[in-house]
């Protein structure tokens, strides 16, 4: 059976591309972009950068870095670094790097423009690294302006200090204020995890999503339900089972303003499984073959390569590399951790011990 | 400054002990009770009976072993091994055996009478070792019938299968149910977590329940807001802001129905510290000069007694050793783990490398 799969969402200049090439055993993704992803840097980069670049043609790099990165300079040098940690795939791989939101002049901006794919905002001390971040978002006006009249995306974290299960919930009315604000700022609710924020896509046409694969599987149950699992903690925490069923949904519809962004966050082993445990799920080894089980399960693969790269393509008019992944259907299972050169650092993927049921080709 | 407190709750065969001493770096806790408790077997069992032996005059025994105590034999045998892990505390404390819920008849109910404190019921699944937990509270009627008739107290861990932050409020009916169709039997809904539960409490008489300290001060977002605690993770756990002000507000106020059970629970330091990590909160060392604390801070520490003691013996008519335990306002640091011969097991009490003002005199 082979199917040819014309998708619905619209745009021009990249309809050519919006065909997908399933088979039953293979599964032709075109430049499948990750839309959220940290690769920290040294050993942890060294060990981890691989594989996003085996599986995407380009990957939006989040800037938390210690000390952030909030300069051309830095911006460069850790773009140099990400693409030499990918070693043969680094050529089909486009870092879209971002800077640590701060007041930047418009001479910051300007000059940082060609290599600088989005500012990335955080509200103060809310996740790993962010405790640089901004203590009121309106105070951050006038360099919202500047973006807003160059172009330049601005990615959210956006929760607020509140009650665990009500910080996405609770930040909103400040993704309103943006997107009414800025109406011509390219506005990203950066992993959104309720059905609340799904709502909000359809009210604001400068306001997208992006939504990791775990969030499209797993709920507070998962990380809390029976035992703790430390490995599926992260900032924003899985919320509601009709949450994550809101988000499964406009993922599978391949809704036109929401990507795959992974938030694929690496941290040690030990720093997960100890007394005040990181939080970030590892999914970078998994992407792909998970979400192919996951759309295909659901009747949707034909709406995969929509998720995974059209809609990111189609909202920020991106250049990336143009290449195929291809997915074949052999079995494997997950393995229980990745390491670096004698066992440092150590770390443990999502869905590790698990079979799945599509493989990258070629591994 | 010597105060004499007597309290507001009723009952007349306790007035006189319902008095307590307090000075400014002296209190005098007359038989406090741990109505809910943990003591395990074997070497952990060794390690921790102790602590609670030298706090209090008794303590309710779960009897979630494995296998679980469901006979006289094995109750009159754990009891004995507890008083002998007690030590020199033995004499003073008497351990409140209590049997695993099922279908027992009416002479092994009668034979376990002058032996047994109360049956425990687990629905099946929800907490640690209630693998043989019932699955249908109503297929347990003739049992519940016979526990009515004779006065035995049936005590509750009330959790559906549901999502984790909706479980005791699915289960609420249940004690609805239990309560009007056992009129006579005492029922007490254990470790209550939300304000929904306590606001049962006023519903049926014939409806108590117990609540942890840990309830009392942790939510949700002490386990999960930051880092990840697993030595804060327990079942049912933690909720939202407004349960716990409801739960202390009551605790507070010594509402007469609501007693103190620390569902002290201690796993080994490897099954919290883990990649699947274990629910419970072991306490038991910091009980009672956490309670000082926690009541002092909020003006009261003249209802401390009730919560912790008169509570429990007026609604079970309780004959404990009529002992004193005074606390002295001496800062101490609580250890950062217990630990057995050769340091195996090793547990991590609440509050680890905490300053709590009070101690236990004679510590």
């Known amino acids: 059976m082979l199917e040819e799969v014309a998708l619905a969402a619209g745009g021009e200049r990249w309809e050519s591309a919006r065909e997908m090439m399933i088979t039953d055993d293979r599964l032709v993704l075109k430049r499948p972009l990750d839309m959220h992803l940290h690769l920290r840097d040294g050993e942890m980069l060294e060990l981890v950068a691989v594989e996003s670049a085996r599986q995407f043609a380009g990957a939006v790099i989040m800037p938390n870095l210690v000390p952030p990165v909030t300069t051309l300079e830095m911006l460069r040098a850790y773009e140099a670094r990400i693409l030499a940690a990918c070693g043969k795939w680094g050529a089909g791989f486009r870092p879209l790097m971002t800077m640590f939101f701060k007041d930047y002049s418009e001479a910051e901006l300007e000059a940082a423009r060609p290599y600088l794919f989005a500012v990335k905002l955080y509200p103060h001390g809310v996740t790993t690294n962010s405790e640089s971040g901004i203590h009121s978002v309106r105070a951050a006006e006038p360099v919202l302006r500047r973006m807003e009249a160059l172009g330049i995306p601005l990615l959210v974290h956006g929760e607020t200090g509140g009650f665990v299960m009500d910080r996405e919930v609770e930040f909103l009315p400040v993704y309103e204020w943006l997107a009414t604000t800025f109406p011509r700022l390219r506005i990203v609710m950066e992993h959104i995890t309720t ?19 775990h969030h499209l599987v797993i709920t507070l149950d998962d990380v809390a339900g029976g035992l703790l699992q430390p490995h599926l903690f992260c900032k ?6 009709e949450d994550r069923d809101a988000l499964l949904a406009a993922a599978l519809a391949a809704h036109p303003k929401l990507m795959m962004g992974s938030d694929s966050a690496p941290h040690p082993r030990h720093a997960k499984e100890s007394c005040g445990c990181a939080a970030g799920v590892w999914s970078a080894p998994v992407l792909l073959p998970r979400l192919a089980e996951l759309f295909e399960r659901h009747g ?4 995969l390569q929509a998720f995974v790269s059209d809609n990111a393509v189609r909202v ?32 443990v993927p999502w869905e590790a011990g698990r079979e799945l049921a599509w493989r990258v080709a070629g591994e």
Do not use: S
């Open 195 to 213: 059905a609340a924020a799904v709502a909000m896509l359809d009210r604001y046409e400068n306001l997208h999503a992006t939504v990791t694969p």
């Open 316 to 347: 920020h008019g991106l250049e990336v590399p143009d290449r195929e992944v291809v997915l074949e259907r052999k079995p494997w299972v997950v393995p229980a951790r990745w390491e670096g050169p004698g066992g440092d650092p150590c770390v």
């Open 300 to 303: 949707a693969l034909g709406r």
């Open 236 to 241: 924003p925490i899985a919320k509601r089972p």
